[in-house]
């Protein structure tokens, strides 16, 4: 175990008084975990959205193996574009993304996930 010396001066505010004490605290370096240790995803994979039906929040997840450009896009049953999620770099690890759909009708709508990788559409029903 590594141990850490804190050191600190306490001065009080009496005429023919100091006081100074030293506090140790031990840290137990072994139990902080190293960036090489944080697992990515093996695999890029863009999980069934949840909860379906939604009212009004849906979430999306997607593994991201490996940095790339995608978007998310959300369209209506008139394929009319109604909003957008993301549209950027992915950076590597498990991305979560969530559609606040409180504006909207209540009905059915796709997001649309388009990356280098994989490109699908995902219905989504919102239910009021």
């Known amino acids: 175990m590594n141990k850490i010396l804190f050191s600190a ?11 100074q004490d030293t506090l140790a605290i ?7 975990m190293s960036i090489d240790e944080i697992q990515l995803p093996t695999e890029f994979k863009i999980h069934t959205p ?15 193996p490996v940095q790339i450009h995608g978007s998310i896009l959300i369209y209506d ?5 109604v909003g957008k999620l993301f549209d950027g770099l992915l950076e590597p690890g498990y991305q979560q993304f969530q559609w606040n759909a409180s504006q909207m009708s209540s ?11 994989e490109n699908t559409i995902q219905k989504v029903m919102l239910v009021k």
């Open 9 to 19: 001066l306490a001065l009080l505010c009496f005429p023919l008084f100091a006081a």
């Open 26 to 32: 031990s840290i137990n370096i072994e139990d902080v």
């Open 50 to 64: 949840s909860p379906n039906p939604f009212n009004p929040v849906v979430n999306l997840q997607i593994d991201v």
């Open 77 to 81: 049953l008139t394929g009319r574009k």
């Open 107 to 117: 009905g059915m709508y796709f997001i649309s996930v388009n990356t280098e990788v």
